[in-house]
């Protein structure tokens, strides 16, 4: 009987957390669809490692933190352009894009400088 209910919970706080993104506008959609995909391609280079082995292991460091930092640089973006997001409401969306940019520019430059 408990794990009927708990199936129904779950299967209503999916649908209500579906109904509540549908309404999230594309523009930030379109940023969790980055942030899975450099999840995703970290989540890749450690199954690799863990199967190949870690041979240049500053490489492989190199990869996953350069995925991680783009995924953090994309969630701060994502925070930021937020319409519904009262703490920066000043802050132009252009503002935050250039931000990223020079972020993931700089970020992208000490990962170059490891690689060696």
């Known amino acids: 009987m408990g794990r009927s209910s708990t199936t ?4 209503a706080l999916f ?18 669809l980055y942030v ?3 999840v995703f391609t970290a989540l890749i280079q450690v199954v690799y490692v863990a199967i190949v082995g ?3 292991f500053n490489s492989f460091l190199s990869g996953v933190l ?7 640089l994309a969630v701060c973006l994502r925070i930021q352009v937020n319409k519904e997001n009262k ?6 969306p252009e503002r935050a894009f250039a931000d990223f940019v020079l972020c993931n520019l700089v970020l992208h ?6 690689l060696g």
Request: aromatic share 10%; with cysteine.
């Open 8 to 11: 129904k919970d779950a299967q």
């Open 15 to 32: 649908h209500s957390l579906r109904s509540a993104y549908s309404a999230t506008p594309t523009n930030l959609k379109i940023i969790d």
């Open 36 to 38: 899975m995909f450099a």
């Open 54 to 56: 870690s041979f240049p």
């Open 66 to 72: 350069s995925c991680v930092g783009t995924a953090v």
């Open 87 to 92: 703490e920066f409401k000043d802050l132009a």
């Open 109 to 114: 430059l000490v990962i170059m400088n490891f």
